[in-house]
Nanobody
Framework: QVQLVESGGGLVQAGGSLRLSCAASGRTFRSYGMGWFRQAPGKEREFVAAISWSGDGTGYADSVKGRFTISRDNAKNIGYLQMNSLKPEDTAVYYC??????????????????????WGQGTQVTVSS
């Protein structure tokens, strides 16, 4: 079992930055792929970014590419989402998630929510115009 706790959300003006953190319990987190997803009011939850268990592979939704950066520190069991040039449309609850399937590839990551079996409680990000 892995427990995930997000932090770092808040209120920021458009153009500003935030860094979200995802603290994981359990040594096995370093073996899991990790993803960030978000859900805006009245919308379905959507993929934001993902990173392979090794950190060698990353992927982003087109809407955040070039503005957001996903990373992880396996020694500390923490994942991050650096968000720059924030826009009002980035306003949402942000969730981190872990994919516990064994992935031999160092670069494999999934953008599919169904592949993630552990989820955090979410952190609110609000971007004002």
């Amino acid at each position: 079992q892995v427990q995930l706790v997000e932090s770092g959300g808040g209120l920021v003006q458009a153009g500003g930055s935030l860094r979200l953190s995802c603290a994981a319990s359990g040594r096995t987190f370093r073996s899991y792929g990790m993803g960030w997803f978000r859900q805006a009011p009245g919308k379905e939850r959507e993929f934001v970014a993902a990173i392979s268990w090794s950190g060698d592979g990353t992927g982003y939704a087109d809407s955040v590419k070039g503005r957001f950066t996903i990373s992880r520190d396996n020694a500390k069991n923490i994942g991050y989402l650096q968000m720059n040039s924030l826009k009002p449309e980035d306003t949402a609850v942000y969730y981190c998630a872990a994919d516990s399937a064994i992935r031999y590839s160092r670069t494999y990551f999934s953008a599919n929510q169904g592949d993630y079996d552990f989820w955090g409680q979410g952190t609110q990000v609000t971007v004002s115009s």
